[in-house]
């Protein structure tokens, strides 16, 4: 059974830095598609950035430049560093992982398994 689980959430201000991480078990093999996505309540979930198996990256224009996803495929983590963070950025944030790594990365229908979500908030 797959399982992920994301932590690293919080309270920070605008400015500020996180670092999400994102554990998984139950894979049978570590050639996994994963991604970051976000919601607040009342929108859709949004893909904030992706990373295939061959290790190229997708990110949304509005975190591109501020944001860095990263991959252990020994361990099949996920981690996404978050710098200079802005207050529209407070959302939940769900990571997500795919083995066929097929459609478009910014929709979540193309995301099989998900995060629990963590809890980011930007606030002064």
């Known amino acids: 059974q797959v399982q992920l689980v994301d932590s690293g959430g919080g309270s920070v201000q605008p400015g500020g830095s996180l670092r999400l991480s994102c554990t998984t078990s139950?894979?049978?093999?570590?050639?996994?598609?994963m991604a970051w996505f976000r919601q607040v309540p009342g929108k859709e979930r949004e893909g904030v950035a992706s990373v295939g198996t061959n290790g190229y990256t997708n990110y949304a224009t509005s975190v591109r430049g501020r944001f860095t996803i990263s991959k252990d495929n020994a361990n099949i983590s996920l981690y996404l560093q978050m710098d200079d963070l802005k207050p529209e950025d407070t959302a939940m944030y769900y990571c997500a992982a795919d083995l066929t790594c097929r459609g478009t990365w910014v929709e979540s229908r193309s995301w099989t398994y998900w995060g629990q979500g963590t809890q980011v908030t930007v606030s002064s």
């Open positions: 139950g894979f049978p093999y570590s050639r996994v598609c």
